[in-house]
C-alpha cells in the first residue's frame, strides 16, 4: 500500500471497539466471562468483515493474506469466546 492511498478505518475500528466494549463492560464490574465473550465476539466479527470486502476496502485489517489475517482473527475470536464460556464452569466445589 502506498503512503498517499487513503486507508478504510472501518473495519479495523470494529474490531477496536469490539475490544474496547468488553474491557469497559468488565471494568464497569460485569463478570469477566461477559467481558472476554464481547471481545471475542469483536475479533470474530472482524474475520467476518476481513473474508467480505475486498482488499482496498479492508484498510488496516489487511496485514497479511486474506485467509491468514481471517484465520488469525477467527482464532483469537474463538479461544476468547471459549475461554470466557470455560470461567462459567464449576470444576469443583470450593
Request: charged residues 15%; glycine residues 14%; hydrophobic residues 55%.
Amino acid at each position: 500500500m502506498r503512503t498517499s492511498e487513503s486507508t478504510a478505518w472501518g473495519p479495523y475500528l470494529l474490531v477496536v471497539a469490539g475490544a474496547a466494549a468488553g474491557l469497559c463492560v468488565i471494568g464497569l464490574g460485569a463478570p469477566v466471562p461477559a467481558g472476554g465473550a464481547i471481545m471475542g465476539s469483536g475479533f470474530l466479527a472482524g474475520s467476518l468483515v476481513r473474508v467480505t470486502v475486498s482488499e482496498r476496502r479492508a484498510g488496516a485489517l489487511a496485514v497479511r493474506s486474506k485467509r491468514m489475517d481471517a484465520l488469525t482473527l477467527a482464532a483469537f475470536g474463538a479461544a476468547l469466546v471459549i475461554g470466557s464460556l470455560l470461567m462459567l464452569l464449576r470444576l469443583h466445589d470450593s
